[in-house]
């Protein structure tokens, strides 16, 4: 005796071999792919015209329409260490923006902590209000998440991904939506894929 | 040993009493006056009191029902069958005692009105929850359709026979104009059907005739119409362009490879069909989830809107629907799927409204999770958990590798669904609701993980949106909601099952004729 779900994915499994698609298996064509700009960092140029105390760097916030993230470019200082300006870039990004687009850190969220491991892996940790007082919605979440990991991959080539910590611990998502146990990847573009 | 039986049945007694909620009021108005019938809910359906029906119907209590004019209704307590005379009518649900007095849901008060001023002139408007008695009197009392493989039937309840004729206007537009037709209030608005071969039916009362425009999706197709007797009704057969004759179109071929060996091509897997849908109404108890200016909860739009969209789902495609809460209670993420996989439901819709911080975003946008989300190794383990197969004989590292193959193509084929059910929802959410259409988007939605079915989400308006959120505190605007994901489950459940060739067809050895009873 066969359990209906037993059948039913066979059934399913069936029609996957049945309408041709050692493609899905392989190529996955169909498959929803948001092309990634390879995020560059503007070249220090040679000569004494070159300010060496400040860097710029590049911080994503929510555009108007809150579907997608712009881009604002702030100078801060150059330390010796890129975590310290990881952290400087993550401050500023809850700041929020100067030139009229929209914040994407509830005002009052502190960053705690950022450090980076040996994988390119940025822990960044703020406190908790950065869940108790988000606006939720998807969208809303979405804009958060990715304006701080897409600000911290774009401006450091040592970090390749993200994960969001609140008060020194791993979060299950921040508004309700997101599933934030695993790093993010960046996601230069939140523009519908169709 | 006797005592403890009656104390057992005592028992089961109490716990089978039926529950008695406020349900609403309804508004009679008969004779120059207004009365308000105030409504209970008896196990999810609403129930009047039978003394409030005798006195707006002038009726008589019996002690087993009611008399109006020379007619009688015997009730049965807990028996849906009322009897009328020497016929027998059935109630959606049977009639209940409470201290001695029975109740009896509320299409039993439009039976007894009916008695009172004679069927046809009695009108009820659900949305305004008025019952009145028309200066007119109808004749068109009910439509309803059905989808068979190769096509759809549409039938008109009348309450005598009336002529009729089926013209062409276009391919896509026929209209039926029935002589002396006049429609009841309740088929005054367009009816959506959806089905992949009809759109919608607009009825329209015009001057001396009633006019059904029937709206084609897919073009061309024999049609046909004829009337039927005892009760009268005339009844509209659409077929889909390819089959030319009643019935015997070539089916689809089917998808179970032993259907192919086996003879007859009509045995199709029935269990392939969609049979459930869950719906997740997004957050709820604690987390309140989003908040607008004025201070509505998403948590409370988002249910209010999960129930419509049950509701009318379970009324017209009348399958069934699990939902992952009902009520204002915290439920886990993980614990939503876990629900809709325990009952095996086909696809799963979670239903949310949106936020931005100091935007003037508006709008609706679907979502299905990301392939990366699904290549995940959270996913990856959730999902060997769920998988229905058992692989004994297998070595475990065998075991493991099958199953990663398994599950990585019933996920392939569970994203292609996915972006397909979020593509078809937002197609009838930009058709219905005149704001910003957002698109299609994937993300790594928790909720979305560890679904064993297609799944999407949607965010079908702006909470942080001033006027969004004064729309979503109205009905008008959830119904809408409502009706356009009704009308996208709808599509995707046609299109789904035309694919595997599983839409339901007439019974076999019986005319068309014989199948409409
Ligand atoms: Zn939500």
Do not use: C
């Amino acid at each position: 005796m066969v359990s209906p779900g037993l059948r039913r994915f066979l059934g399913l499994l069936l029609l996957v071999l049945g309408t041709g698609v050692v493609g899905f298996l392989l190529g996955r064509a169909w498959a929803p792919h948001v092309p990634a700009p390879v995020p560059h960092i503007p070249p220090v140029e040679d000569g004494n015209a070159v300010d060496t105390t400040t860097r710029p760097v590049r911080l994503f916030f929510a555009g108007p329409s809150a579907d997608k993230l712009q881009e604002e470019e702030r100078t801060i200082p150059r330390t010796a260490s890129f975590v310290q300006e990881a952290k400087r870039a993550v401050e500023e990004l809850i700041k929020g923006p100067q030139n009229g687009l929209n914040p994407t850190i509830p005002p009052g969220v502190k960053l705690r902590q950022l450090y980076v491991d040996g994988r390119g892996i940025a822990y960044v940790d703020f406190t908790r209000n950065l869940q108790t007082t988000h606006p939720g919605g998807s969208g809303g979440e979405l804009l958060t998440i990715y304006s701080i990991v897409d600000t911290l991959t774009a401006n450091f080539d040592e970090i390749q991904r993200v994960k969001i910590l609140v008060e020194g611990s791993e979060i299950l998502t921040l508004a309700g939506h997101i599933d934030a146990r695993h790093p993010f990847k960046p996601r230069y573009s939140l523009e519908r894929i169709r | 040993m006797r005592r403890l039986f009656v104390i057992l049945t005592a028992m089961v007694g109490i716990v089978l009493l039926p529950k008695f909620a406020w349900a609403g009021e309804i508004e009679v108005l008969f004779e120059g006056r207004v009365k308000v019938l105030k409504t209970e809910l008896v196990n999810g359906r609403e129930y009047v009191p039978l003394v409030q029906v005798a006195q707006v119907t002038r009726g008589k209590i019996l002690r087993d029902g009611l008399q109006v004019k020379e007619v009688t209704f015997r009730l049965v307590e807990d028996q849906a069958g009322v009897i009328v005379g020497d016929t027998t009518f059935l109630l959606s649900a049977p009639p209940v005692k409470r201290r001695g007095i029975f109740w009896v849901p509320i299409e039993f008060l439009l039976r007894a009105l009916e008695a009172r001023y004679g069927e046809g002139w009695v009108y009820w408007n659900k949305a305004t929850r008025v019952v009145w008695l028309g200066k007119e009197q109808y004749n068109l009392r009910m439509l309803r359709h059905h989808a068979y493989t190769d096509y759809t039937r549409i039938v008109i309840g009348a309450l005598k026979p009336l002529s009729f004729r089926l013209d062409e206007e276009s391919k896509a537009r026929l209209s039926l104009r029935i002589e002396g037709g006049v429609l009841s209030p309740m088929l005054s608005d367009t009816i959506r059907i959806n089905d992949g071969l009809i759109e919608s039916v607009e009825p329209a009362q015009e001057q001396g005739e009633a006019v059904l425009r029937i709206h084609r999706d897919a073009f061309g197709g024999l049609t046909r119409a004829f009337a039927l007797s005892n009760p009268d009704r005339i009844v509209v057969d659409l077929y889909r362009a390819k089959a030319g004759t009643a019935g015997v179109s070539p089916r689809p071929q089917p998808v179970d490879p032993t259907e192919r060996r086996g003879s007859a091509p009509r045995a199709v897997p029935v269990h392939l069909a969609i049979r459930t849908i869950a719906i997740d109404a997004g957050h709820g108890g604690r987390d309140t989830g989003a908040l607008g200016r004025k201070g509505l909860k998403e948590k409370e739009v988002v249910l209010d809107i999960a129930l419509r969209l049950r509701r009318l789902i379970q009324e017209r495609l009348g399958i069934r629907v699990v939902m992952t809460r009902t009520e204002d209670v915290f439920v886990p993420l993980e614990e939503r799927t876990a629900i809709a996989n325990r009952a095996k439901a086909d696809f799963f819709i979670s239903v949310h409204v949106n936020a931005a911080p100091k935007s003037r975003a508006r709008g609706f946008e679907t979502y299905f999770l990301s392939e990366k989300a699904s290549d995940s190794v959270a996913r990856a383990s959730a999902i060997r958990e769920n998988l229905p197969v058992d692989l004994g004989g297998l070595r475990p590292t065998e075991q493991e590798a099958l199953k990663a193959i398994l599950w990585d193509m019933a996920n392939t084929l569970y994203l292609k669904e996915s972006s397909e059910l979020a593509q078809i929802l937002l197609r009838e959410l930009d058709k219905i609701l005149k704001v910003d259409n957002r698109g299609v988007k994937s993300a790594p939605f928790f909720v979305l993980m560890g679904a064993n079915m297609p799944a999407v989400l949607a965010e079908v308006a702006f909470i942080s949106n001033a006027k969004e959120e004064r729309k979503l505190k109205g009905e008008a605007y959830k119904d809408r909601v409502a009706e356009a994901l009704y009308t996208g489950v709808a599509r995707f459940k046609a299109r789904y099952e035309r694919r595997l060739g599983l839409s339901p067809s007439p019974l076999p050895g019986r005319s068309a004729e014989a199948a409409e009873r």
